[in-house]
């Protein structure tokens, strides 16, 4: 049955799981006969799922509330001998969704486990997606990642009513086929999620707090890079891992400096980098109010410009051994002399 579906799989992967239920025709004979026809029948089912990555058409999809939509498979329960759905879940789409991870295709993953009901995991593939994609270097292209494979419409509707069906299904889907951007990806589903709170009590609350935090962090990126320096700086404020606030205070700095060990280990790979971006905005700032003229307002920003450079550096001078060599560099270089 598998070398019968093999050439028009991708063509038609629902047809193709019609023809691989049918190995469970004889899972009804008992014994250890029965139990491997059907076993054989949920391999085949999982393996069609992971090589036409039609994961929409044929496991599900999911409204803008977070409700299911049922794909043909889960349509096919009592032919294929599974009794419930958890047990669906269980056998079928748990077992894509993992090895979709393993594999490293977040967009994927992502669905696979929200379908599977395991929304921490869900929030813990967005937070390695987005940590990876903020972690780029300057010059390195974006970071995108692969879509899914969007959910087709009724081929035995008209062509009107296919038109109406998709539509309507384009404005309650998430719309995760076209997601190809981490932050986007990973600000729908922590959105998704805060709007229940049936589904945001089954995040563990360290996986709460570093998207949060992850989601801040791309935020200021994206400012710093479109050289929006008092917004940047606004931000990592907000994000309270460097003494930004200290105002030459030792004891603050210090206090900043003791915590960074209690950050979680995707946030803190990127301190090294706020440092940076922290840095260069307050050479930024300073350079367009120095523009601007002097006066005494824009005398007392200069100031305070002034001792958050020098309480970053006081700072990384105490986790220095956890930033990196090629933050030093970069701080050392004659990009960053002019701006402490």
Not at 65 to 72: E, L, T, Y
Not at 142 to 160: A, C, D, G, I, M
Request: glycine residues 6%; neutral net charge.
């Amino acid at each position: 049955m598998g070398y019968y579906t093999k050439d028009f799989r991708a063509a038609n992967p629902t047809s193709a799981a019609d023809y691989l239920t049918l190995i469970c025709l004889d899972g009804d004979v008992g014994g250890e006969q029965g139990k491997r026809q059907t076993q054989l029948c949920h391999e085949a089912l999982r393996e069609l799922v992971l090589e036409t990555r039609e994961f929409a058409q044929l496991l599900g999809d999911v409204r803008s509330d977070g409700q299911r939509i049922k794909g043909a498979i889960e349509q096919r329960l009592r032919l294929i001998r599974i009794d419930d759905e958890k047990q669906f879940l269980r056998q079928i789409t748990l077992a894509a969704a993992q090895i979709a991870d393993e594999n490293g295709r977040v967009t994927d993953a992502v669905l696979l486990y929200h379908l599977a009901e395991e929304y921490d995991d869900v929030i813990a593939v967005c937070c390695r997606a987005l940590s990876d994609a903020i972690a780029l270097n300057p010059g390195d292209a974006p970071s995108r990642l692969e879509p899914l494979k969007p959910r087709p419409t009724n081929q035995n509707n008209s062509k009107e009513q296919s038109n109406n069906q998709a539509q309507q299904q384009d404005r309650s889907s998430l719309s995760l086929t076209s997601v190809a951007d981490p932050y986007e990806l990973a600000s729908n589903m922590n959105s998704l999620y805060r709007s229940s709170a049936l589904i945001y009590q089954r995040i563990r609350p360290a996986n709460r707090g570093q998207i949060e935090l992850l989601l801040l962090i791309s935020r200021a990126r994206s400012l710093q890079d479109q050289k929006k320096w008092a917004q940047c700086l606004d931000v990592i404020t907000t994000i309270n891992i460097l003494p930004l606030s200290a105002s030459g205070s030792m004891s603050a700095i210090r206090d900043r400096a003791a915590s960074f060990n209690s950050l979680p280990p995707l946030v803190a790979k990127l301190a090294g980098d706020l440092l940076i971006w922290t840095i260069r905005s307050v050479g930024g700032q300073k350079a367009v109010l120095e523009s601007e003229g002097w006066g005494p307002e824009r005398k007392d920003v200069l100031d305070r410009l002034a001792s958050v450079a020098k309480d970053c550096m006081v700072f990384a001078g105490l986790v220095r051994y956890r930033l990196g060599p090629q933050v030093w560099e970069v701080l050392a270089g004659g990009g960053s002399g002019n701006e402490i």
